[in-house]
């Protein structure tokens, strides 16, 4: 079944650290991919997304995530964190089947942010 | 430009009651999905509808049920509630079903606490 897994369901960091977070995908093909950032009691905002153009892909408040067809990932980084990132972050994949399609999402990841 | 919204924000029901909730999407965006968030997991996918018809469906039951308007809006419907239905539930829109990797909006999602 094709799937995405995150690893590490917390990662602390310290403020200006870089921020690294894990997903790895299961897939007979290359999907889309996305990471989405959810702030407390709000919906889901997307960061970036890869749809087969670059396999590095840059996003909004400076994250940016490299898609490695050999080790089927698609981890998202920034150089340096920052207080206000702390929040869940989802990975998602969607599946270039039929002519609809469908978000399958990662358990999530807690980004915490420490002085 | 207003983007995904939904109605209600928040709402509390009884076990055995039904529930609508209601989904505007994103200006010009004709697919509406429904997704169930379960608190502390990754959104779940319930079903899509593209030109009114229900285009695929996760694993859930049918209590859940849904429509879209000739406007693109939606509804998603949930009879005889159960306590593990509590979730907040996300509306995403996008252009057309996924199959070009077409970047899919959330809007701030509706809170269903059943008691």
């Known amino acids: 079944a094709q799937s995405v897994t995150q690893l590490g369901s917390h990662v602390s960091v310290s403020e200006g650290a870089l921020v690294l977070l894990r997903c790895n995908y299961s897939s007979s093909v290359p999907p889309y991919l996305f990471w989405y950032v959810q702030y407390p009691n709000q919906g889901l905002q997307l960061l970036l997304k890869?749809?087969?153009?670059?396999?590095l892909v840059k996003g909004i408040n400076g994250f940016e995530a490299e898609f490695k067809k050999s080790e089927t990932s698609f981890h998202l980084t920034k150089p340096s964190a920052h207080m206000s990132d702390a929040a869940e972050y989802f990975c998602?994949?969607?599946?270039?089947?039929?002519?609809?399609?469908?978000?399958?999402f990662g358990t999530g990841t807690r980004l915490q942010v420490t002085l | 430009d207003a983007g995904v919204t939904q109605s209600p924000t928040h709402l509390i029901k009884t076990r055995g009651q039904q529930v609508t909730l209601r989904c505007s999407p994103k200006s010009g965006h004709d697919t509406v999905s429904w997704y169930q968030q379960a608190l502390g997991q990754g959104p779940q996918f319930i079903f899509q509808y593209y030109e009114e018809e229900e285009r695929q469906r996760g694993n859930f039951p049918d209590r859940f049920s849904g429509h879209q308007f000739p406007n693109y809006s939606s509804e998603l419907n949930v009879n005889a509630l159960l306590l593990g239905d509590s979730a907040l539930y996300l509306c995403a829109s996008s252009l057309k079903p996924l199959a070009s990797g077409n970047t899919i909006y959330f809007g701030e999602g509706s809170w269903l606490t059943v008691v």
């Open positions: 998602a994949v969607s599946f270039r089947t039929g002519t609809a399609s469908k978000l399958t």
């Open positions: 890869y749809t087969s153009a670059a396999t």
